[in-house]
């Protein structure tokens, strides 16, 4: 299987401040027909995850335009323009380009 | 509106057989492809089964031979039948609906599933 790795695992951020996750992948996500299938789910505490960004840099409906992604092949990129208090919870990256597998998950939360 | 709602988790002693169900609503489970994920307490998410909207089933290698998914179009259901559980398998289990193969879409809230003595 494919492994994803985070970095950082933990992250402490200032509430109006920028933040950034990284995911790497054991192999290129780039498929056969060019996409790279790498979304990011966003889990808040008590809550099922919710998928933020798919396919790179796709925000689903009602994403706030603070939350970015990018990146390609092996190196993955989930970006928050300024952190809000509703930020708080695990962030995971999953690559469904092949057998879907999830990093390990980033903890956000406030400093 | 979309939901999907998962019940059968319960306690159950190693070595035995479960079956879970998630009713939809809101779309047809038949028109998209259906997969359940599971999360062991504390820990992150594992893809456990995918059935494709033309009814092919692909299963991790944690549980290949053991678990079985399925669906009732009629009832508008997805099933996971579990078998020979081991407490590996004991974690928080998901519906989950993906618009196109290998990703999701909506998640339901889960059903828990313990495997104990």
């Known amino acids: 299987d494919v492994l994803m790795t985070q970095s950082p695992l933990s992250l402490p951020v200032t509430l109006g401040q920028p933040a950034s996750i990284s995911c790497r992948s054991s192999?290129?996500?780039?498929?056969?027909?060019?996409?790279?299938?790498l979304s990011w789910f966003q889990q808040r505490p008590g809550q099922s995850p919710r998928r933020l960004i798919y396919?790179?840099?796709t925000r689903d409906s009602g994403v706030p335009d603070r939350f970015s992604g990018s990146g390609s092949g092996t190196d993955f990129t989930l970006k928050i323009s300024r952190v809000e208090a509703e930020d708080v919870g695990i962030y995971y990256c999953?690559?469904?380009?092949?057998?879907?597998?999830f990093g390990p998950g980033t903890k956000v939360d406030i400093k | 509106e979309v939901q999907l709602v998962e019940s059968g988790g319960t306690l159950i002693q190693p070595g035995g057989s479960l079956t879970l169900s998630c009713a939809a609503s809101?779309?047809?489970?038949?028109?998209?492809?259906m997969s359940w994920i599971r999360q062991a307490p504390g820990k992150g998410l594992e893809w456990v089964s995918i059935?494709?909207?033309?009814?092919?089933?692909f299963y991790a290698t944690s549980v290949l031979g053991r678990f079985t998914i399925s669906r009732d179009n009629s009832r508008n259901t997805l099933y996971l039948q579990m078998n020979s559980l081991t407490a590996e398998d004991t974690a928080l289990y998901y519906c989950?609906?993906?618009?196109?193969?290998?990703?999701?879409?909506?998640w339901g809230q889960g059903t828990l599933v313990t495997v104990s003595s």
């Open positions: 989950v609906r993906g618009e196109m193969a290998n990703n999701v879409d909506h």
């Open positions: 809101g779309f047809t489970v038949s028109s998209k492809y």
């Open positions: 059935m494709y909207r033309d009814d092919r089933t």
């Open positions: 192999q290129s996500l780039v498929h056969s027909d060019g996409n790279n299938y």
């Open positions: 396919k790179v840099s």
């Open positions: 999953m690559q469904g380009t092949y057998w879907p597998t």
